[in-house]
């Protein structure tokens, strides 16, 4: 278990739909990334915040978005839902987030959710 | 392009065998390179390397970075059934402090 939580595991929707993943980090991270998982893409890195603020972004479509609250919990928004869209949705956390002295960036992976767009 | 690329693909070995899996990479303003291993669900940290040429060991895994050839290798020796995963590489690179770009892993199967 690496602490960090993921709800709902499993979701199923039509396509057009609109859905929120949700995130609790690690107690004590600061840092939230959001990476879709598809069996022809691979792990691609959507979008990472640090302490409420948005960081970097990846290859997030214009149809999703995320946001981090003041409590560091984090959403994942994703609208007008294609075929395309089904993967499953990781969500890690790391202390840092920061340009700093450390490259350290060890990153705590969630369970995930499986969405499925039907 | 950033880019990590890993191989084999796919391998598959009896328990007991000693396997060597790769990653070679091409990334500006590189940071650290990470080993991840995914079971069925999310992927578990392994290592993570910044320095050329030392070694990082955790029991029968060691993983060892070469910055002057951009590649890294994960190393399991002695084998067991589950030890079967995917293996992933990822690269932290600059641009933004935290982003990760991944490999598309090896899928090791260990049959007994």
């Known amino acids: 278990d690496s602490g960090v939580t993921q709800t709902p595991k499993h979701l199923i929707t039509a396509t057009g739909q609109r859905v929120t993943l949700r995130c609790s980090p690690r107690?004590?991270?600061?840092?939230v990334y959001w990476y879709q998982q598809s069996l022809d893409q691979g792990l691609q890195f959507l979008i990472q915040y640090y302490n409420g603020e948005e960081r970097a972004k990846g290859n997030i479509l214009e149809r999703f978005s995320a946001q981090q609250f003041p409590d560091l919990h984090s959403e994942l928004n994703l609208s007008s839902l294609e075929l395309g869209d089904s993967a499953l949705y990781f969500c890690?956390?790391?202390?840092?987030?920061?340009?700093?002295?450390?490259?350290?960036?060890?990153?705590?992976f969630g369970p995930g959710t499986r969405l499925t767009v039907l | 392009e950033d880019k990590v690329v890993q191989s084999p693909l796919s391998l598959v070995v009896h328990e007991g065998d000693t396997v060597t899996l790769n990653c070679s990479y091409e990334v500006t303003n590189f940071r650290s390179l990470l080993w991840y291993k995914q079971e069925k669900k999310a992927p578990t940290f392994l290592f993570m390397l910044?320095?050329?040429?030392i070694e990082k060991k955790s029991g029968r895994l060691s993983s060892i970075l070469d910055k002057k050839e951009l590649f890294s290798i994960l190393n399991i020796t002695a084998t067991q059934t589950g030890d079967s995963a995917v293996y992933l590489c990822?690269?932290?690179?600059?641009?933004?402090?935290?982003?990760?770009?991944f490999g598309k892993g090896t899928k090791l199967s260990v049959k007994p």
């Open positions: 990822a690269l932290n690179y600059g641009g933004s402090q935290g982003n990760l770009i």
């Open positions: 910044t320095s050329s040429g």
């Open positions: 890690a956390s790391s202390v840092k987030g920061l340009a700093g002295r450390s490259s350290y960036n060890e990153q705590f």
């Open positions: 107690s004590g991270d600061l840092s």
